[in-house]
């Protein structure tokens, strides 16, 4: 049994930041991709940024240049959120696909989803 718990989220005003993070635990052989998605109200869930294994990067257009994808070796994903607009409220959503241990299998995971709202 495997499980992503995020953390970060909150109310922020335009221009600001924010750091959002994912912890995955539980019975893991490894971590492959892990991504953060978001969904604003009546949309679709969008991936906003994922990072390999080996750490290559991709970004959302809407994205790129505010946004930093990370992580570290203890199976954490970072969201670091710069220069935030009100279109970037949204709830957000941590991903990954994890290999269990016994037994052995690929799960694609979810986390519980944190909000972000950025607002003056």
């Known amino acids: 049994q495997v499980q992503l718990v995020e953390s970060g989220g909150g109310l922020v005003q335009p221009g600001g930041s924010l750091r959002l993070s994912c912890a995955a635990s539980g019975n893991i052989l490894r971590v492959n991709t892990m991504g953060w998605y978001r969904q604003a109200p009546g949309k679709q869930r969008v991936l906003v940024a994922a990072i390999t294994i080996g750490g290559s990067a991709n970004y959302a257009d809407s994205v790129k240049g505010r946004f930093t994808i990370s992580r570290d070796a203890k199976n954490t994903v970072y969201l670091q959120m710069n220069s935030l607009k009100p279109e970037d409220t949204a709830v957000y959503y941590c991903?990954?696909?994890?290999?269990?241990?016994?037994?052995?299998?690929?799960?694609?995971?979810w986390g519980q989803g944190t909000q972000v709202t950025v607002s003056s």
């Open positions: 991903n990954a696909n994890i290999i269990t241990t016994t037994p052995v299998r690929s799960l694609a995971c």
